[in-house]
């Protein structure tokens, strides 16, 4: 008779786990939406001050912004890369002398994809909770630039130090992107901007980590990078 309460006991759990996970997995996935973005990401333009300056605008279909974090997944190391280029963003050139502005880059991080459509809507619901419409952009307002030769020119490539405001949901820190640049032509720049940043830093808690989950842990920081085009504006 005991074993038989100790067995209804379990079952009882058991039956109390399996709806609880199925209710997460609700509420995760109808709280997540589908990712799209509500509008086009849209940035405060640079306005060159160098008299000879060119200022040059993000091609956002040439683009991509890049988060890279490792995690243990079923037991096994894991990294994990999310991606987007729903981009804006611009930056000015000075030749002589030696001159570069960078504006604001936002990104809209409502539209970052990873490899697995649950972690992406977890994302989006309890870590980033971009797809609440006050967080769906996040954005990076530069403060200083080191670096800068004191002439460019074409085919040249710049090694910048690039700091400022990098703003993810209602969380601003002072961040510093290395960021190199290339100039491909009087028409054409490239670059790539990385950074390493924490979650503490961004006041972020990944949430069902451990214990009984999947994902047994992951790593405390995280590289953000963004890979960029840029043509002269008209």
Do not use: C, H
Request: hydrophobic share 40%; charged share 25%; proline share 3%.
């Amino acid at each position: 008779m005991r074993g038989k309460k100790v067995l209804k006991i379990i079952l009882g759990l058991v039956a109390l786990v399996v709806v609880a996970g199925l209710g997460f997995f609700a509420y995760v996935w109808f709280t997540g939406g589908t990712g799209e973005p509500s509008q086009e990401a849209q940035a405060l333009a640079v306005e060159p001050q160098g008299v000879e300056s060119v200022a040059y605008d993000v091609v956002r279909d040439e683009s991509e912004a890049r988060f890279v974090i490792d995690e243990v997944l079923r037991g096994q190391p894991n990294t994990v890369v999310g991606t987007t280029d729903q981009i804006a963003g611009s930056v000015a050139i000075q030749r002589r002398p030696g001159e570069v502005e960078i504006g604001e880059f936002v990104i809209n991080v409502r539209t970052i994809r990873t490899d697995d459509e649950v972690r992406d809507r977890t994302i989006r619901t309890l870590i980033l909770e971009s797809s609440r419409d006050e967080f769906e952009f996040s954005s990076f307002r530069p403060t200083s630039i080191t670096g800068v030769p004191e002439t460019i020119a074409e085919g040249d490539t710049l090694e910048l130090a690039v700091t400022g405001d990098l703003t993810v949901r209602d969380v601003t820190t002072e961040t510093t992107f290395d960021m190199s640049i290339r100039v491909d032509s009087a028409e054409r720049i490239s670059g790539l901007a990385t950074t390493t940043v924490t979650w503490a830093e961004l006041d972020i808690t990944i949430p069902y980590v451990g214990g009984n989950s999947i994902v047994a842990s992951v790593a405390d920081s995280l590289d953000l990078e963004l890979e960029f085009v840029a043509r002269r504006r008209e």
